[in-house]
């Protein structure tokens, strides 16, 4: 592992939903949109664009957002795909991203470590995401 790895971690809850997110940090991002998406979305722009396989199907279709760094959340270049919430499909993107070399699964937490290592949160604004994803009750919640 090295910290100039670049991460995708699904950022929604696993299971059912309408919607689900997977996003990715570091200098490999713009690789994933390009073959994924078959170009890069305008910065800070949501983008509704099929996500493909490496064939070329079409494996879903969503929104896609770029945030170039180092003016996103950890710092880095960061792409994040919304796709539907689904189980099968998000493994199947997931799994698409990660035929891309360098890319690994992110660790729990690591976004905002990088956010914190790269100056875009302090240690306190860190471990409050922390503390507000861990929480298991309203008044926790409110504690972060």
């Known amino acids: 592992m090295s ?4 991460i995708v971690a699904q950022a929604t ?3 059912r939903g309408g919607v689900g997110i997977l996003r990715i940090s570091g200098f490999k991002a713009r690789e994933v949109a390009e073959t994924v998406l078959g170009k890069l979305p305008k910065p800070r722009y949501a ?3 099929p996500f493909k396989d490496a064939d070329g199907s079409v494996l879903d279709q969503g929104i896609a957002l770029w945030f170039p760094g180092p003016n996103s959340f950890t710092g880095e270049d ?9 189980p099968v499909i998000l493994d199947l993107l997931l799994k698409r991203i990660l035929t891309i070399p360098g ?7 690591e976004f905002s470590e ?3 290592l790269n100056d875009k949160l302090d240690l306190a604004q860190a471990e ?3 503390d507000l994803i861990d929480a298991s009750s309203e008044q926790a919640a409110r504690s972060a």
């Open 3 to 6: 910290d100039n790895d670049t």
């Open 13 to 15: 809850p696993p299971g």
């Open 47 to 49: 983008d509704y664009l």
């Open 78 to 86: 960061v792409l994040e795909l919304q796709g539907h919430g689904g």
């Open 103 to 109: 890319l690994r699964i992110a660790r729990p937490g």
């Open 114 to 116: 990088r956010a914190f």
């Open 128 to 130: 409050a995401i922390a």
